[in-house]
């Protein structure tokens, strides 16, 4: 019986077909450069030998000079349309102070997260409350611990596409007295 056993472990490892690829070995958002540091290596097995040329091999050197155009998650396989040349994202870094109870505990770099700009006071929304941006990553994000804290403020910095910019900046400006909401998504 050990014998039919052992046979049968060595016959399922040599029937292995599973192949390496990079993944993320920590949330990371748009905008940030991807480094070997921010890899790790994940065995998978995929069901069709094609969709491997979606992800970078773990075989291979992670090429230089990469940089997200979308969020990662922690675990996630880095797939080829996430990143693009550094520098070539055309996002904005865009720094958003939310009051803290105003924003998810959870939202942490590589979150996608809607943003609404609400009049403080109770006051009617302008187009029904609708989310001035929609979908966008977050770069970085203060914790409560950091800097923030003794304001009760926490510090978004958002990747934000040229036009989406100016759709917040002018919601903003024109709103008395303006709360920031953040509603995360997924």
């Known amino acids: 019986m050990a014998v039919s056993v052992v046979a049968g472990a060595r016959v399922l490892a040599a029937a292995d077909d599973s192949v390496t690829v990079w993944a993320a070995a920590r949330d990371m958002g748009a905008g940030d450069t991807v480094t070997a540091d921010d890899v790790v290596v994940r065995h998978v097995r995929f069901d069709q030998a094609a969709d491997l040329d979606r992800y970078f091999g773990g075989d ?74 929609t979908s966008v990553t977050v770069i970085s994000a203060s914790s409560l611990d950091e800097g923030f804290g003794a304001s009760g403020q926490r510090q978004l910095v958002l990747g934000v596409a040229d036009e989406d910019a100016g759709v917040f900046f002018e919601a903003y400006g024109s709103a008395d007295s303006p709360v920031v909401t953040v509603v995360r998504r997924g």
């Open 60 to 133: 291979d050197a992670l090429p230089e000079g990469l940089q997200l155009v979308r969020g990662v998650g922690a675990g996630e396989l880095v797939p080829r349309t996430a990143v693009g040349p550094a520098g070539d994202d055309g996002l904005l870094q865009v720094p958003v102070p939310v009051d803290a109870e105003r924003v998810p505990p959870s939202v942490a770099a590589g979150s996608v997260v809607d943003l609404y700009v609400l009049p403080s006071g109770g006051g009617r929304c302008a187009a029904r409350c609708a989310p001035v941006l």
